[in-house]
T-cell receptor, first 115, second 110 residues
Framework: EAQVTQNPRYLITVTGKKLTVTCSQN?????MSWYRQDPGLGLRQIYY???????DKGDVPEGYKVSRKEKRNFPLILESPSPNQTSLYFC??????????????FGEGSRLTVL | QQPVQSPQAVILREGEDAVINCSSS?????VHWYRQKHGEAPVFLMI?????EQKGHEKISASFNEKKQQSSLYLTASQLSYSGTYFC???????????FGKGTLLTVNP
């Protein structure tokens, strides 16, 4: 089954404790992206990647890191989480988003709470 | 910069029509539309590309005015299942950055 898998789905952590949210897709997609969703603000892009070893900042990259060492995986790293990073995070993948094959497939989301 | 969606919320009765608008201050190459139900991930509806290529979803259509940098999503004869938050996402072509609007909450009542 074609899917984007995120882990963990729910996490409560404390300020400053490094954490990683994993994202894996099994559709051989070139493009992967991370979004955070906060009430009233919609989906805001954190980072995206066009292919292995190619990443770029989205609109809200501060406080986050990513890596793309393999095509299928795109982990999101919070080196020193702070309460303002409490949010619902979505990973998404697609072939090429600016073409008609660019449908984004979203993971189920990871709800992160930073105390 | 996020595209601007309007209205922010709309309430319909089953069978009524709705239009959701999306406008950008930047030149657009592609516009995506997604629907998100409460507690779920966004689901793809449609892509519109500069030059007129389009993928669609049955009973839901969209337009893309490149000059005005606007797109509109048309939902006809709405069904209860249409309820959810609709997001437009805009992209600038060779820059694969895809920026979403804040969403439009659509509620369809019996």
């Amino acid at each position: 089954e074609a899917q984007v898998t995120q882990n963990p789905r729910y996490l409560i952590t404390v300020t400053g404790k490094k954490l990683t949210v994993t994202c894996s897709q099994n559709m051989n997609h070139e493009y992967m992206s991370w979004y955070r969703q906060d009430p009233g603000l919609g989906l805001r892009q954190i980072y995206y990647s066009m292919n292995v070893e190619v990443t770029d900042k989205g609109d809200v990259p501060e406080g986050y890191k990513v890596s793309r060492k393999e095509k299928r995986n795109f982990p999101l790293i919070l080196e020193s989480p702070s309460p303002n990073q409490t949010s619902l995070y979505f990973c998404a993948s697609s072939l090429i988003p600016s073409r008609n094959t660019g449908e984004l497939f979203f993971g189920e989301g990871s709800r992160l709470t930073v105390l | 910069q996020q595209p601007v969606q309007s209205p922010q919320a709309v309430i319909l009765r089953e069978g009524e029509d709705a239009v959701i608008n999306c406008s950008s201050s930047k030149a657009l190459y592609s516009v995506h539309w997604y629907r998100q139900k409460h507690g779920e991930a966004p689901v793809f509806l449609m892509i519109l590309l500069k030059g007129g290529e389009q993928k669609g979803h049955e009973k839901i259509s969209a337009s893309f005015n490149e000059k005005k940098q606007q797109s509109s999503l048309y939902l006809t004869a709405s069904q209860l299942s249409y309820s959810g938050t609709y997001f437009c996402g805009t992209g600038g072509g060779s820059n694969y950055k895809l920026t979403f609007g804040k969403g439009t909450l659509l509620t369809v009542n019996p």
